[in-house]
């Protein structure tokens, strides 16, 4: 990323990220995946190089898009994250669980349910440094023909 203004939330910086995964499909739409990922994050100026970190993570996954009454995907990642500066004062390294979902529930022909949820846990050395994040949000429409 290259911002034109350098600033806390909008700085010019690069990140790389390496993947290698599994998946085992046991039929046409059904897939379960494990792999790992090493990430590698730079701001490009000094000034911001103190959120500078290396990330190394498992990554497990299931997703099953064969049923016609639901369909859903199914996302985790756990990680150990290393800050690259050790003089910040705000950021720590830190264990992290992300869990990501997605899912559709046909109710009856025209009536749909959808949920798209997340979650993310930060487990520090100072525990009141901790985060835990959720979002869920859910939507009912009806299809009229």
């Known amino acids: 990323y290259d911002f034109d203004v350098q600033g806390l939330a909008t700085f010019s910086h690069w990140r790389v990220m390496t993947q290698m995964e599994l998946d085992y499909r046991y039929n046409l739409l059904s897939t379960f995946s494990?792999?790992?990922?090493?990430?590698?994050?730079?701001?490009?100026?000094?000034?911001?190089?103190?959120?500078?970190y290396q990330a190394?993570?498992?990554?497990?996954g299931y997703e099953n898009l064969s049923s016609r009454k639901?369909?859903?995907?199914?996302?985790?990642?756990?990680?150990?994250r290393n800050y690259?500066?050790?003089d910040s004062e705000f950021y720590t390294d830190h264990w992290f669980v992300n869990l990501d979902l997605l899912a559709d529930l046909n109710l009856?022909?025209?009536?749909?349910?959808?949920?798209?949820?997340?979650?993310?846990?930060?487990?520090?050395?100072?525990?009141?440094?901790d985060v835990f994040l959720y979002l869920l949000s859910g939507n009912l429409s009806y299809q009229f023909r």
């Open 84 to 86: 690259l500066n050790n």
């Open 56 to 60: 190394t993570k498992l990554l497990a």
């Open 34 to 52: 494990i792999g790992i990922a090493r990430e590698r994050f730079q701001a490009a100026d000094s000034i911001y190089n103190e959120q500078d």
């Open 70 to 80: 639901y369909s859903f995907s199914l996302d985790s990642q756990l990680g150990w």
């Open 108 to 129: 009856s022909e025209r009536i749909r349910f959808s949920v798209i949820g997340g979650s993310s846990f930060e487990y520090h050395d100072d525990k009141e440094d």
